[in-house]
């Protein structure tokens, strides 16, 4: 309290800030998922829009009404729906998000995400709406994609910078793994492993060629997007030292601008004027910084594995067919088995910080037909699926089926946007 007897904001301790990850710290290891796919109409497959008769409001709407949903709200407007642990949200162009609570294995994911769109599935029919398994919109572009109304979705559109950053915000849609760690060397070690993984698992589930209802010449444009969006907090978050730790990546954190923070329930644009570290010493217009503001802008942090109280791992193009749950199931049976951390770790330490950042560059067009030391990586790419598959199948829980149409597919020396037929 002041003197006046008004609340004032504590000042942020550094300590705090380390916090938030030690907490993450767990003794169970959960696999999370979050699957994104973009709304079109059946008519024309052109992306469905957030107003209208027919848009995506009035679909949240009437799901939540048929299954006992609860809105998400900004400014009153509905920008999503939660029930118990799991949310549906959108994504700035209306991509459909679906969350789900962590579970013990991929089956309990899959059958969670199928009762889900068992009961959405009158209503999208209804509305003549499809939800697409693919990496971008095919068809229609982000000029004629307009923001849903999200105040957060606003202030970043215009501060990200980058040739891509409109296509990236608007028209992509990806499929994300949430890992759990066990402790700060865990984390630490999962972290740069998957962050080693990123081009590989890029270029397996490569599936956004189409683009404007033309081949762009890349198997990931949504890939190429991340690419050319804003590398102050895309990309990579550290280079792969074997001794990295918390305090590297919260000072990464520190020193990256800013885009705005939260009071009295309006959100207040930073505009990258201040770093973290700069609003902790100096303040903004009258205001602390707070616990919550250091959420906020961790949560605005973009690299490709970004360190929560779990590992996000986002760099997957959106699949379908199947695919979609081999892609939990590549990371659980690599991350949650020390003898398949090993043997990873074996089989990629040996590039070095720059062939794979290189790698990331050359596989956005070539996906898994990239050559990495003149040899293709098609190889490698088979051996982490067989490495996940044979962990998986030495648990007995069957978990290890889920990695048979990725497997059958790199045994074609395809990924997904080459397939026969367009995965939706």
Not at 84 to 89: A, F, K, S, W
Not at 201 to 229: C, E, H, P, Q
Request: with cysteine; proline share 3%.
């Amino acid at each position: 309290m002041n003197n006046c007897g008004v609340k004032t904001e504590e000042r942020l301790e550094y300590r705090q800030l380390l916090d938030e990850f030690l907490l993450g710290c767990k003794t169970e290891e959960k696999i999370g998922m979050e699957y994104e796919r973009i709304p079109v109409y059946k008519a024309d497959n052109s992306v469905v829009p957030y107003e209208g008769v027919y848009g995506i409001c009035e679909v949240l709407r009437e799901f939540a009404k048929k299954d006992n949903w609860d809105y998400i709200l900004d400014d009153n407007n509905i920008i999503g729906l939660k029930k118990l642990h799991d949310t549906i949200t959108l994504e700035p162009g209306c991509q459909f998000e679906l969350s789900i609570e962590p579970q013990d294995t991929v089956k309990e994911l899959k059958k969670r995400i199928e009762e889900i769109d068992t009961n959405l599935q009158p209503i999208l029919k209804e509305f003549e709406i499809k939800l697409i398994n693919a990496g971008v919109s095919p068809k229609t572009t982000y000029k004629n994609i307009k923001l849903i109304p999200k105040r957060r979705y606003h202030l970043m559109a215009n501060y990200l910078w980058g040739i891509l950053s409109d296509v990236m915000m608007r028209e992509t849609a990806g499929i994300q793994v949430g890992i759990d760690f066990k402790s700060e060397e865990d984390a630490m070690r999962k972290f740069r492993l998957a962050n080693l993984m990123i081009p590989f698992t890029t270029a397996m589930y490569a599936n956004s060629n189409i683009r404007g209802n033309v081949d762009t010449g890349y198997k990931s444009f949504r890939a190429l997007a991340w690419l050319n969006t804003d590398n102050e907090r895309c990309g990579f978050a550290l280079d792969f030292n074997k001794n990295m730790c918390f305090k590297d990546y919260v000072n990464l954190l520190l020193e990256t601008p800013m885009i705005f923070i939260n009071r009295n329930e309006k959100c207040l644009s930073m505009n990258g004027r201040l770093t973290f570290k700069q609003f902790m010493e100096k303040g903004f217009e009258g205001f602390e910084a707070t616990i919550e503001d250091w959420k906020l802008h961790s949560n605005l942090y973009f690299p490709e594995i970004r360190l929560r109280n779990f590992i996000e791992i986002r760099n997957h193009d959106c699949v379908g067919g199947g695919l979609e749950y081999s892609i939990p199931a590549l990371y659980r049976g690599i991350m949650y088995s020390k003898p398949a951390l090993e043997e990873v770790e074996e089989l990629l330490g040996k590039y070095t910080s720059n062939e794979i950042k290189e790698l990331r560059y050359n596989v956005a067009r070539s996906a898994i037909h990239t050559k990495l030391r003149k040899h293709s990586i098609l190889a490698i790419c088979k051996e982490l699926a067989e490495i996940s598959y044979y962990t998986l199948k030495t648990e007995g829980k069957s978990e290890e089926e889920f990695l048979l149409p990725l497997m059958e597919m790199l045994k074609r020396g395809k990924c997904p946007c080459e397939l026969d037929t367009f995965i939706v």
